[in-house]
């Protein structure tokens, strides 16, 4: 029963990497209509959320029952789970901000949804192989 809890979040874990890197391809893809990929960046950004709850919920559910203490690799995990929403919700009002002024926000899009794949694939490849 462990192995499909841990199977879970790591499976989450993976959409949740799959997902940043679509969010991270979307604005190349439809940069010369603003619209659709104003439409397709909010699309991601649900589809970002919906995959770090399932994988902070298979977390949070393997570490409870493992019963262990808090590891490194659990506090390393709980801290990237902390910061991911900070960084995608600045990235949501700046973007708003920026194409609001008439600006597409490529640039500052691929820095943050660059930054949390990066966070994201080092804290997967720490937490699970490390």
Same mark, same amino acid.
Request: hydrophobic share 60%; net charge positive.
């Given at each position: 029963?462990?192995d499909?809890i841990?199977?879970y979040h #790591?499976w !989450?874990?993976? =959409?949740?990497?799959?997902? %940043?890197?679509?969010?991270?391809l $979307? ?14 960046m909010r699309?991601?950004?649900?589809a970002?959320?919906a ?6 919920f ?8 493992? #019963?262990? !203490?808090?590891? =490194?690799?659990?506090?390393v %995990?709980?801290?990237?789970?902390? $910061?991911?929403?900070m ?8 973007l ?9 926000g ?8 660059g930054s949390e794949l ?6 997967f490849?720490?937490g699970?192989?490390?």
């Amino acid at each position: 029963m462990l192995d499909e809890i841990i199977g879970y979040h #790591r499976w !989450a874990a993976e =959409g949740l990497l799959a997902v %940043m890197a679509i969010n991270l391809l $979307i604005p190349y893809l439809l940069r010369q209509n603003i619209v659709r990929m104003v439409f397709w960046m909010r699309v991601g950004y649900f589809a970002f959320w919906a995959f770090w709850t399932m994988t902070a919920f298979a977390g949070l559910i393997d570490w409870i029952f493992t #019963r262990q !203490a808090l590891p =490194g690799r659990v506090i390393v %995990m709980i801290v990237a789970a902390l $910061i991911l929403p900070m960084m995608d919700g600045y990235r949501a009002i700046r973007l708003k901000r920026l194409w609001l002024s008439g600006g597409d926000g490529v640039g500052f899009n691929t820095a943050i949804v660059g930054s949390e794949l990066a966070l994201t694939l080092g804290t997967f490849l720490y937490g699970f192989y490390g």
